[in-house]
């Protein structure tokens, strides 16, 4: 399986994006996906949030009150609602998930997260 991150565009400062990270090959059921973002020639910032599949949420305190992860069983798919970007929040955006679990760990460790796609671009203009 894999992750295929979708959404991304050039926004200005202020504005919003919905990043949406589709799950190919595997269910969500007993995974816990993150976003993560790279910035070029920068180190990456392993973990912006985290959604489990029973609904638990984790965010680092760089997005806390802007962004908002969420998935929809339905349609085996995690969001990123990112609102009042900030220029520095230009990167590459990558989903990841870590699973399956009989019990999903709250969260799991990063080395756990094995599924990754291959990103979408974020560029907030000043």
């Known amino acids: 399986g894999q992750t295929v991150e979708s959404g991304g565009g050039l926004v200005q400062s202020g504005g919003s994006l919905k990043l949406s990270c589709a799950a190919n090959?595997?269910?969500?059921?007993?995974?816990?996906v993150k976003w993560l973002r790279q910035v070029s020639g920068k180190e990456c910032e392993p973990v912006l949030c985290?959604?489990?599949?029973?609904?638990?949420?984790y965010y680092a305190d760089s997005v806390k009150g802007r962004f908002t992860i969420s998935s929809d069983d339905a349609k085996n798919t995690v969001y990123l609602q990112m609102n009042v970007l900030k220029p520095e929040d230009t990167a590459v955006y990558y989903c990841?998930?870590?699973?399956?679990?009989?019990?999903?760990?709250?969260?799991?460790?990063?080395?756990?997260?094995?599924?990754r796609g291959q990103g979408t671009q974020v560029t907030v203009s000043s």
């Open positions: 990841a998930a870590a699973g399956p679990y009989r019990v999903v760990p709250h969260p799991p460790k990063e080395h756990e997260y094995r599924l």
């Open positions: 090959g595997f269910t969500l059921n007993y995974y816990a």
């Open positions: 985290i959604v489990i599949s029973d609904g638990s949420t």
